[in-house]
C-alpha cells in the first residue's frame, strides 16, 4: 500500500480511466450534435431528449432545434435523477444542456488551494452549441462537418444580462451512500483557480427524507456539494482496547481476534471500528448511508477508501500536511510508535491525552505538540474472574508514556514513563516500549504479548498507518476556572456528548 512506485502508477491508471471516459462522452455528444435531425422526432416539438447510464456514469442531452418563445423549460432526465429548468434567453436558442454524473473527482487532487472535496461525486451541466441544419437538394444531403470537439457556450447568454431570474435552476438526486450535511455547500469547479468556488449558486435545499437537492446556478460547469477536506483528519481522542470474541459479527466472520478502536472528532463523539485478523469493520456510526460498511469486514485499504468517498475522510496525506499547514511527527517517530503499539496491544488499552488540566507535567504537554515527540497512556487488560460481571469497570490506572526521536539510538525512538521516581530522567529510557513497562507488567499480559495474533496485527499496522493517529491527535484544552463559589469546566471545541453527531453547519470551518 505504501510503496510510492506503485501508488504512482496505480494514479496515472485512474487519471487515465478518468481521461477516457470525458473523451467519449464528448465524442458521443458531438457526434449526436452533429446529426441531432436524425433523432429528432416529426411529432415532437423541435427537441430532442436522449439519456443513457453504463454504470455509476449517467448523461443525458436535451438539444433544443426549433427555438421557443417560452418563459422556461422543464427539462426532465428521470433516469439520472435530475430536472434542469432553463429560462427564456435559452430556450430560444438553438443549442443543447447536457447533463453529465461522474461518481469521482475531476479536480486536481495535488493542488494546495484545493481544500474542498466533493460529496457524491461531480455532476456536469453544460450549455453546447449545435452545429449548422443540413441542408436538402435533389434528394442528396449537405452536411457541415465539425471536429470531434463541443463548443461550450458561457453562460449569461451573450447579450444577456447576468440578473436572478436567469439562474438556471437545478434539481438532483444525491447517492444514497453518503453523509450530507444538513446544510450543504454547492459550488463549482474553476480550473483557473483550482479550487471549487460558491459565487453564482444560491437558494441550496436539502431534503433529507428523500436526498433531493435544489439550488439555483448562473455557473454550468462541474458541480458538486463539497466539504473540507480536512473536516475529519483532526481527532480530539482515541482509545484501542483488545476483546475477547465469543459471539457477535466478528465471531461469525471467523474471527479469532479483535481490538476495538474509538475515535472521537469535531464532528462525531463515537467512531468505532473493530479491527479483527479477518478485516476491519465500521461498528459506529450506525447510519442508512453506512450500512455496507456496519455489516462487512473489509481490508483497511478498502474500508477507509469506502468512508471517505461517503464523506467521512480520516486518513490525511502528505498534500494535506503542506494544504492546511500541519506540523506532523517525524516520519521515524511514527512508524516506530506504530510497531511499539503493536507489540503491546494484546495485553495493554491505550489512549490518548484527554486535555485535562494538569494531566500530564507542563513539560511533556509542551513536547507533545513537537514534531519529535509524542504522549499517550497505557493501561494492562485484566481479564475478569470467572464469575466477575462483564461489565465491572476496570480500576486500574493509565501510565503515561513519552516517545521522543533520538538519532544517537539504533531505533532512533526512546521511551520513558511517568511510572519511575526518575521520570524527568533523561537517561531513564528505553528503545523498546515493553521493556519500559517490563516491572509494571504481569505474567498474563506478558503471555499474551508473545502469543499474539500475527494477521491482526498486520490489519492494525495498515489501519494506523492510514489514519496517522499520533500525527493528527488534537486533544482539546479543558480548563477549569472558579466562577461565583462553584466550579465551571470549560470545554474547547469539544462535540455534544449527549449526541453521536455534531451538525457540520455548526461547525467553523
Known amino acids: 500500500l505504501h510503496r510510492e512506485p506503485q501508488l504512482n502508477r496505480t494514479a496515472m491508471y485512474l487519471h487515465k480511466l478518468m481521461t477516457l471516459t470525458t473523451e467519449k462522452l464528448d465524442a458521443t455528444t458531438a457526434h449526436m450534435l452533429q446529426y441531432a435531425d436524425e433523432f429528432l422526432d416529426p411529432t415532437g416539438k423541435g427537441e430532442v431528449r436522449v439519456a443513457a447510464a453504463a454504470g455509476p456514469i449517467k448523461v443525458g442531452l436535451w438539444m433544443n432545434l426549433v427555438p421557443k418563445g417560452l418563459r422556461n423549460k422543464k427539462i426532465d432526465f428521470s433516469e439520472l435523477g435530475a430536472t434542469v429548468d432553463v429560462p427564456k434567453p435559452v430556450v430560444m436558442q438553438t443549442l443543447a444542456v447536457r447533463v453529465c454524473y461522474l461518481p469521482y473527482d475531476v479536480a486536481t487532487q495535488t493542488a494546495l488551494q484545493n481544500v474542498d472535496a ?88 436539502l431534503v433529507e427524507e428523500t436526498n433531493m437537492l435544489y439550488f439555483n446556478t448562473m455557473k454550468l460547469t462541474h458541480l458538486a456539494v463539497v466539504q473540507r477536506r480536512n473536516v475529519h483528519h483532526v481527532k480530539h481522542f482515541w482509545t484501542m482496547k483488545t476483546t475477547v470474541i465469543d459471539d457477535g459479527s466478528a465471531f461469525t466472520a471467523g474471527a479469532t481476534a479483535a481490538v476495538q478502536l474509538v475515535l472521537r472528532n469535531a464532528m462525531y463523539n463515537t467512531i468505532h471500528f473493530e479491527v479483527t485478523d479477518v478485516g476491519v469493520r465500521l461498528v459506529a456510526p450506525a447510519v442508512p448511508a453506512l450500512a455496507a460498511l456496519n455489516a462487512a469486514y473489509l481490508s483497511p485499504e478498502e474500508l477507509l477508501t469506502r468512508l471517505g468517498t461517503a464523506g467521512m475522510d480520516l486518513t490525511p496525506t502528505e498534500v494535506d500536511d503542506k494544504r492546511f499547514d500541519v506540523v506532523p511527527k517525524l516520519a521515524v517517530l511514527e512508524k516506530q510508535l506504530i510497531a511499539q503499539v503493536l507489540g503491546l496491544v494484546a495485553a495493554f488499552e491505550m489512549k490518548s491525552l484527554s486535555g485535562d488540566e494538569d494531566e500530564v507535567s507542563p513539560q511533556w504537554e509542551r513536547w507533545s505538540d513537537s514534531p519529535r515527540y509524542a504522549v499517550f497512556c497505557v493501561k494492562e487488560v485484566v481479564w475478569p474472574w470467572l464469575n466477575q460481571a462483564d461489565d465491572v469497570d476496570d480500576v486500574g490506572e493509565f501510565i503515561h508514556v513519552l516517545a521522543e526521536v533520538d538519532e544517537e539510538t539504533a531505533a532512533e525512538v526512546k521511551f520513558r514513563t511517568n511510572a519511575t521516581l526518575s521520570v524527568n530522567n533523561p537517561f531513564d529510557t528505553y528503545v523498546h516500549l515493553r521493556h519500559a513497562l517490563a516491572t509494571l507488567s504481569t505474567p498474563d499480559a506478558k503471555d499474551r504479548m508473545d502469543n499474539s495474533n500475527l494477521l491482526l496485527e498486520v490489519n492494525l499496522q495498515k489501519f494506523l498507518a492510514l489514519l496517522r493517529l499520533f500525527s493528527y491527535t488534537k486533544p482539546p484544552k479543558r480548563r477549569v476556572v472558579e466562577a461565583r463559589g462553584r466550579m465551571v469546566t470549560n470545554k474547547d471545541q469539544l462535540p455534544p456528548a449527549s449526541a453521536d453527531a455534531m451538525d457540520p453547519a455548526e461547525m467553523a470551518t
Open 118 to 205: 466533493p460529496l457524491g461525486g461531480v455532476f456536469g451541466l453544460d450549455l453546447l452549441k449545435i452545429p449548422a441544419a443540413p441542408k436538402g437538394a435533389r434528394g442528396w444531403t449537405m452536411r457541415e462537418l465539425s471536429t470531434e470537439t463541443n463548443v461550450r457556450l458561457e453562460y449569461p447568454l451573450e447579450g444577456s444580462v447576468a440578473t436572478a431570474s436567469l439562474a438556471v435552476k437545478v434539481t438532483l438526486l444525491l447517492p444514497a451512500d453518503v453523509l450530507y450535511p444538513a446544510n450543504p455547500r454547492v459550488a463549482w469547479w474553476d480550473p483557473v483557480t483550482q479550487s471549487w468556488l460558491d459565487d453564482g449558486i444560491s437558494e441550496i435545499l
